[in-house]
Structure formats: structure tokens, C-alpha cells
């Protein structure tokens, strides 16, 4: 059914909010169309606030010719919510979705929505759908950072991996060695899915260290202090940043992963850049 023999290459795009921000998510996804993505996904806001952003980007993007996966959220959601999600996407033809637990937005309850965690939307999905989907689920090379430590959280994967979904994305991450221990643990587990490494491209110094503050993700420090020493350099900031996220791709590819995929952040410059490196080398 997919080919296995050369790596699979999928991105992430969030909803736009306004109309100049749709024009730039059509534009950069038209450009990276020449990655040939397997598919894409499209984000959930927390608490389900871009909901119906979610659904037309979707669309938006499918139009485009392409799989286009969407982000399920089971936080802020009834049961009747996801049944009425799952039946919209299942009438339009989508095949795909990424089952997280998501985000609490600020002001709500710890125990909004019906379900509680990620393995009880997978187990949800596959009760009311059978195997229409395709379900992706995440995965912590680094730990989740609410997480009580690695061995907990790698049973919360299997968790989910057992109630049925089929493969994984990564949190992204910068060093490789953290993808392969998680790798092997999970085999040691008895669970074989495809795990892709999510890849954060490098373009902004300050936006990196805010989204891996909240996502607990490290960035080694020899890489924070080239990024220091940039200063407001945005060339010589991307130009670094390609280059080391090249060679992380490199060394994961190298080492057995199964594809990559991009967090493009609606823009396509810093991942075009990325695959090229990548697909001009033997």
C-alpha cells in the first residue's frame, strides 16, 4: 500500500486566523508540493478553539490534492462532539486523523470533556469507526513535560499504541540519540509501529526557545549559544539552522527512521530548504 523503500515525507500546517494568513498557508503549501508529502496534518487549537479552522484547512488542503490529516482533541469535547467530528470528517472522505489529548486552554477545568487522556480517544476512535482511520498518536523521545518520568511516559505510548493506533510523530527534539533510545525501549515494550520524527526547522532564536519551553524540548546548548551570538542575524540564523537540521534529518535517516515530518509553521522556505539538502545527496 505505501512504499517502504524510500523515506516518507508528511507536514503540519495550522489554521489561519485572517485572510492575509490563509493566502501565506496556500502559497507555502503550494511550494512544498514538491515534497510529494504522504500527507498532511492540520492542528486543534487548545480546548478545540480553532475547531472549525481545523476542518476548513483541511478541506482547504485536500483541494490541493493532497491527504490531509486532522488534529482530534479530546479536551473541551463531549462525546457527542467527537462523534459528531469523526462522522463529518468519515462523510468527507478522510481517512486520517492525529488523536491527542491536547491542550487545556487558560480558565478551564483540569477535567474538561468526557475523555481524560490520548489512549481513550484512540480507544474512542476505533469504537465508533472501526478501521476507517488511519490514527496517528504522539510520541516524547525527550518525555512529556508533565510526564513523571521516561519509564511512565513510555507506558502511556503503549497505552496508545494498544488501544489502537497505528503510528506515531514525534515531539520535535535536536539530538538523535534521544529518538533512538525511545526506539528502543519501545520495541523492548513489544510495540513495532512506524514512529516519524517530527522536525522543527530552526528560523527564529526566540520563538524556538519559547515553543521549547512549553513543550520540553532541549536545545543542546552549543546550538543556544551559536543562536546567541547571531543576535537579530535573521540570514545567518536560517542559513545555521538548515544546516544543522539537515544533519539531524541525515543521521535519522541514516539510522532507520522511517520518514520525517516537517513542522512547517505555514511557511516553506526553512523545509524546501531542508528536503533539498537532503534529496541532492546519494
Known sequence: MTDTTTPAYSLEFFPP???AAQ???LRAAK????????????????GGSTREGTAGTVRTLRNL?????????CVGATLADLRAILASYREEGVRQ?????GDLPSGMGGDAGELKYARDLVAFIRKETGDWFHIEVAAYPEMHPQA???SRDLDHFVDKVRAGADSAITQYFFNPDAYFDFIERVAAKGVSVPIVPGIMPITNHTQLARFSQM????IPRWIRLRLAEFGDDKASIRSFGVDVVTDLCRKLLDGGAPGLHFYTLNSAEAPLAIWKNLTSKV
Open 65 to 73: 490534492g493532497v491527504d490531509a490529516a486532522p488534529h482530534l482533541s
Open 148 to 150: 513523571d518520568n521516561p
Open 97 to 101: 486523523v492525529v488523536a491527542l489529548r
Open 215 to 218: 513543550c520540553g524540548a532541549e
Open 17 to 19: 486566523r485572517d485572510i
Open 23 to 25: 493566502e501565506r498557508l
Open 31 to 46: 511550494q512544498m508540493l514538491a515534497i510529494h508529502p504522504r500527507y498532511v496534518s492540520v492542528t486543534f487549537g487548545a
